[in-house]
């Protein structure tokens, strides 16, 4: 499996962008891709996850009613779209996959995603 994001940029508070994150490789037959993000000197964190075939969606709480993930399942990809922008959204920000389904307990655990695209900075502006 290879990811490949795209779509990070320089945006003032307030803003929007969207992430799109395009796998390819093995069949996706029961894999979960996430989002999460990484800002300089803090811990690596979850931002949104989903399903691709059960088609559950999970969210971080700093980020629930703003961004909103999706999926094409043709195209092999998924997006992060990002509204309401804030400074401490700034970060780096991968994609992941995991080939095992998510729990309500380790959704949110980076370990548990095997597969990692190379980030994309998002800087947010106030």
């Known amino acids: 499996v290879q990811l490949q994001a795209s779509g990070g940029g320089l945006v003032q508070a307030g803003g929007s962008l969207r992430l799109s994150c395009a796998a390819s490789?093995?069949?996706?037959?029961?894999?979960?891709m996430g989002w999460f993000r990484q800002a300089p000197g803090k811990e690596r964190e979850f931002v949104a996850a989903m399903t691709w075939r059960v088609y559950n969606i999970y969210y971080a709480d700093s980020v629930k009613g703003r961004f909103t993930i999706s999926r094409d399942s043709a195209k092999g990809t998924v997006y992060l779209q990002m509204n309401s922008l804030k400074p401490e959204d700034t970060a780096v920000y991968y994609c992941a996959a995991r080939i095992t389904y998510p729990t309500y307990r380790d959704y949110s655990d980076y370990t548990l995603y095997g597969y990692w695209g190379q980030g994309t900075q998002v800087t947010v502006s106030s």
């Open positions: 490789g093995r069949p996706f037959s029961s894999v979960c």
